[in-house]
């Protein structure tokens, strides 16, 4: 079919638009605030295969693993097992995911009895049962500790809401009224994307539509191959570390080996190192969502991120290591710290070569700290905070302070939010001053924010990288300094791990300096 190039581009914004949508009314309608003011959460539609063709402006390290979620879905649920008004709800890893906090709510959208799009709404429940409140359990062996399981099963259908469902998931969580109004969002996120797709296609007939998004796929082929044949040929190598879990818990390495072969490449990454003994494991879905985030920043091109970009690369990973750990391993930590090695790896693999395109290590890590308050009733109100840092220095600049980098993209709580919400009050929020690493251009600085606990309890978990192995610097540039988390408790001040599990008492302060990032370029002779 011969497409008009215009129309094309109309239907490509009005697919991305839609996904924005979906966005607007899950931050609009979710009772948590881990979704509403942090905005940990990610819209997409596919074609009625599966591939990726619209994402909203939400979380990258989310948005890379739906391109493999809805093929993954049609292999255990076929497509003509679905009917119009039906939506799914399921968090396997198994299933092109992520961690298990991570649950997708899935509405297949019906044109003339066809399944012409799915609309995908991913969002990270604050809690979702398991050992620890937040479900982030630093010692889990397997995801079993982590975690409740879901498998594809139908929350809804077009006479309304599942209840049995609901309520299964209801008593399986520690802040049931919360659940329910996220995922409620959720479906009604969904719901705003499928009248969009319909007016689409609508509007420009159903044979259009569907030959438009097999377009988008070709296009966006052609712009990675024509990217990939500008960069030299060549084998290029890198590797960085997590702070711990390998073996006697040393760091673990992310190796990358990159071949680049004409308008192809391929991320082979082999070569990192074994499962890990804590939860920083991952799934290969996610290493497949930073391959191709880092790719996209090689080509040097704001190309729109598809199923076609994925098709010249090669991405392999190895069963039994970290990012292909088996089914059964805690996942937790992986999805943004483990992700973000991977980035890393491939940044320093190839800082040789396009220098121009990279900046220096940041703030990699979502610098996790999870308060979990009991209720009188039983259930838990529960805060995950996330905190940014400083960005690496590029090659015509400094880095920026105080922001996320490469694969996140959430917001801190703010103050007001929290002390209106939770038996904390916010003491301090600050720069740290000089975090940034020295050269030519310095690296921008992390943040500092103290919180007092004014419970009589409060459960705490930490899920922070760069503790020990701090940002890099690039070019002769210097490192930015690490993370640090501390507790001062009557008057004594003592060091918090970045991956634990603890019980605070009231009138506790825990204080997180986040990592600044790495300097670019060396620093000129006085």
């Given at each position: 079919m011969k497409l008009d190039p215009f129309v094309v581009e109309v239907i490509r914004h009005g697919l991305s638009a839609a996904a924005e949508e979906m966005s607007l009314v899950m931050t609009r309608s979710a009772r948590s605030p881990l979704l509403r003011e942090a905005g940990d959460l990610s819209s997409a539609i596919t074609d009625g295969r599966g591939g990726l063709v619209g994402q909203g402006r939400d979380i990258p390290i989310h948005l890379g693993a739906m391109a493999y979620t809805i093929p993954e879905l049609l292999k255990v649920v076929p497509a003509d097992t679905l009917n119009d008004g039906d939506v799914l709800i399921y968090n396997l890893g198994a299933l092109g995911g992520n961690?298990?906090?991570?649950?997708?709510?899935?509405?297949?959208?019906?044109?003339?009895?066809?399944?012409?799009?799915?609309?995908?709404?991913?969002?990270?429940w604050p809690d979702i049962g398991g050992t620890w409140p937040g479900s982030y359990f630093a010692k889990a062996i397997d995801t079993f500790q982590e975690a409740m399981r879901i498998p594809p099963v139908l929350i809804a259908t077009a006479a309304g809401v599942n209840a049995a469902v609901m309520q299964l998931l209801k008593v399986n969580v520690r802040d049931p009224k919360a659940c329910e109004g996220d995922l409620l969002a959720q479906i009604a996120a969904t719901k705003a994307g499928e009248r969009?797709?319909?007016?689409?296609?609508?509007?420009?007939?159903?044979?259009?539509?569907?030959?438009?998004?097999?377009?988008?796929h070709d296009l966006s082929?052609?712009?990675?191959?024509?990217?990939?044949?500008?960069?030299?040929?060549?084998v290029y190598k890198g590797e960085d570390y997590l702070d711990d879990g390998g073996v006697n818990n040393a760091p673990a390495r992310i190796h990358v080996k990159i071949t680049i072969a004409g308008d192809e490449a391929t991320f082979d990454l082999s070569g990192s190192c074994d499962r890990v003994s804590n939860f920083c494991n991952t799934t290969p879905f996610i290493a497949r969502?930073?391959?191709?985030?880092?790719?996209?920043?090689?080509?040097?091109r704001d190309m729109q991120q598809n199923a076609g970009a994925l098709r010249p690369l090669t991405i392999i990973t190895r069963p039994g290591s970290i990012l292909e750990p088996g089914w059964n391993a805690s996942v937790a930590a992986g999805n943004h710290e483990t992700s973000m090695r991977i980035v890393d790896a491939v940044f320093r693999a190839m800082q040789d070569t396009i220098p121009e395109r990279l900046s220096a290590g940041g703030a990699t890590t979502a610098g996790v700290l999870f308060f979990a308050e009991?209720?009188?009733?039983?259930?838990?109100?529960?805060?995950?905070?996330?905190?940014?840092?400083g960005e690496g220095a590029r090659h015509d600049r400094t880095g920026v302070s105080a922001t996320r980098v490469h694969l996140a993209n959430t917001s801190n709580t703010p103050a007001?939010?929290?002390?209106?919400?939770?038996?904390?009050?916010?003491?301090?929020?600050?720069?740290?001053?000089?975090?940034?690493?020295?050269?030519?251009?310095?690296?921008?600085?992390g943040v500092v924010r103290a919180y007092r606990i004014l419970a009589p309890s409060m459960h705490l978990t930490t899920c922070i990288e760069r503790m020990v192995i701090p940002p890099f610097g690039m070019q002769g540039g210097g490192p930015g300094k690490p993370c640090r988390v501390s507790l001062i408790r009557q008057g004594q001040n003592v060091a918090i791990d970045g991956k634990s599990n603890l019980v605070l008492q009231q009138g506790d302060v825990v204080t997180i300096e986040s990592c600044g990032g790495g300097g670019y370029g060396a620093e000129p002779a006085e």
């Open positions: 961690h298990l906090n991570d649950v997708k709510v899935v509405r297949p959208v019906f044109v003339d009895g066809e399944i012409v799009a799915f609309a995908v709404s991913l969002a990270h969009r797709i319909v007016e689409l296609c609508r509007e420009h007939g159903k044979p259009v539509f569907t030959a438009t998004q097999s377009r988008l082929e052609i712009e990675m191959r024509e990217a990939l044949r500008a960069l030299p040929d060549g969502s930073a391959v191709a985030y880092a790719a996209r920043i090689m080509s040097g009991p209720r009188q009733d039983g259930s838990w109100k529960m805060l995950y905070e996330v905190h940014g840092g007001e939010v929290i002390e209106a919400n939770y038996a904390i009050r916010v003491e301090q929020q600050a720069i740290r001053r000089e975090s940034g690493g020295t050269g030519k251009y310095c690296g921008g600085d």
